[in-house]
Nanobody, 115 residues
Framework: QVQLVESGGGLVQPGGSLRLSCAVSGADFARYAVGWHRQAPGKQRELVAAFASPLITNYGDSAKGRFAISRDNTKNTVYLQMNSLKPEDTAVYYC?????????WGQGTQVTASS
């Protein structure tokens, strides 16, 4: 059974930083595409950053230059370092794992950038 558990969200002032973690169990983590998406109220879910393959990363336009995705295959964990956070980054952030045609999502973690 594949499970994804996110952590690290919270309230931060604009300009601040957070690091999200996603622990994956039940899958050979190192082989698959894994990443982060987010969904703000009233908006569609969008890509933030992802490993399309073990060595290839993709970033959404809003994340380029401010966010960095990384992974530790020994811990089956993927991270999202978010710097220079803006109010418009406020959203629920979801971890996603793609295994063939099956996609798996975590429960999400709330990130709020507000003064």
């Amino acid at each position: 059974q594949v499970q994804l558990v996110e952590s690290g969200g919270g309230l931060v002032q604009p300009g601040g930083s957070l690091r999200l973690s996603c622990a994956v169990s039940g899958a050979d983590f190192a082989r698959y595409a894994v990443g982060w998406h987010r969904q703000a109220p009233g908006k569609q879910r969008e890509l933030v950053a992802a490993f399309a393959s073990p060595l290839i990363t993709n970033y959404g336009d809003s994340a380029k230059g401010r966010f960095a995705i990384s992974r530790d295959n020994t811990k089956n964990t993927v991270y999202l370092q978010m710097n220079s956070l803006k109010p418009e980054d406020t959203a629920v952030y979801y971890c996603h794992l793609q295994i063939g045609s099956a996609g798996y999502w975590g429960q999400g973690t709330q990130v709020t950038a507000s003064s």
